[in-house]
Structure formats: C-alpha cells, structure tokens
C-alpha cells in the first residue's frame, strides 16, 4: 500500500468518525472470508456499516480527531481490527454482534465502543450495549409517559359520564 492511499484511507476514516456518533471496534480474527460477508451483510441489514482496516490507520485518524481524546481505545487495536459505524442507534451494532453470535458462538469480539463519546472496553461490555435504548426509544417512551395522564383523565371523565347518566337515569326512573 502506497503512502497516498494510506493518507487516503486515514482521511476517509477520519470523516466517518466525524459522521458517526457511535462506533465499535471488533476483532473477526478467525472468520473465514464467508463468515465476514455474512456479518457484513447482517450489519447493512441493521443500517450499520462494518469496515476492516488496519490499526495504525484507524490510530492516525482518531490521532486527527482534535474533538475527543481518543487514547483510551488505542490500546485496544491490536489483531484484527473492523470498525462498525452507526449514525442513529448506539445499540445497533452490539444487537448485530450478539445476534451473529447466536450462528458463530464467540466471534466477533468486541474490544471497544464509543457511544456519544463515552468509551466502553471489553466484550463484557456488550451486554450494557445492547440493552442501550436508543433515541428513538426513549423519546418514545418520554412521549407515551406524558401522554398516560392525560389518557388516565380523559378515561376517568368518560367512564364518570356514562356512570353519571346512569345514576340520573336510575333516580329519574324512581320518582316514576
């Protein structure tokens, strides 16, 4: 690989890591090349991208990033090395891990994520990934809550005139 396309590559990671919010450093060592483009296809399928790169290039461009002190994933690049980017969900890419592990027990393994800039290290750390909501979700659910007690309220006002009517009805039919 010439220093231009090494420069080209460190460029172009260095404007993914700009774009994505959200990404995770895995190690596939071991997959066979079938193996990979399955997972490749899994992540696509989740609207995540996975790229394998070398390490001293993805070092270089979080090295470039002036934003977020990067140092504490540097120790983890090492091996075998794909990125999964996720521009929306946090969660998405722990979700693809986990469920490509329920084909291939073990692999990939999660050496890091970066989350809204909050570092996670180690694949014990995947479990907490994916049970991340993720915006969507908790605007969600924020907007349910809020809307709950309205719903108990206009329940209770609906359900009293029904009750009411009755009791009028019930007290009008014994004067009769």
């Known amino acids: 690989m010439t220093r231009e396309e090494k420069a ?21 060592g071991g997959l066979t ?10 992540c696509f399928k989740a609207g995540v991208e996975y790229g394998v790169y070398k390490n001293t290039l993805i070092r270089k461009a979080l090295e470039r990033r002036k934003d977020v ?4 994933l ?22 693809v891990i986990k469920e490509f592990r329920q084909k291939l027990e073990g692999k990939p393994v999660l050496k890091a994520a970066s989350i809204d800039s ?14 991340l909501k993720s915006k969507q979700e908790l605007i969600g659910e924020i907007v349910s809550l809020l809307q709950s007690p309205a719903k108990n309220v206009l329940s209770a006002l609906l359900s009293g005139k029904h009750t009411l009517a009755g009791l009028v009805k019930a007290l009008e039919e014994r004067k009769n």
């Open 8 to 28: 080209q590559i460190i460029e172009e990671l260095e404007k993914k890591f700009a774009e994505h919010q959200h990404f995770y450093i895995t190690d596939a």
């Open 33 to 42: 090349v079938e193996q990979v483009n399955g997972f490749r296809r899994l």
């Open 69 to 72: 002190d990067y140092t504490p």
């Open 74 to 95: 540097f120790k983890v690049l090492h091996g075998f090395s794909g990125i999964i980017f996720s521009k929306e969900a946090g969660n998405a890419p722990a979700r």
């Open 118 to 131: 909050e570092f996670f290290i180690g694949d014990d750390q995947l479990n907490t990934l994916a049970e």
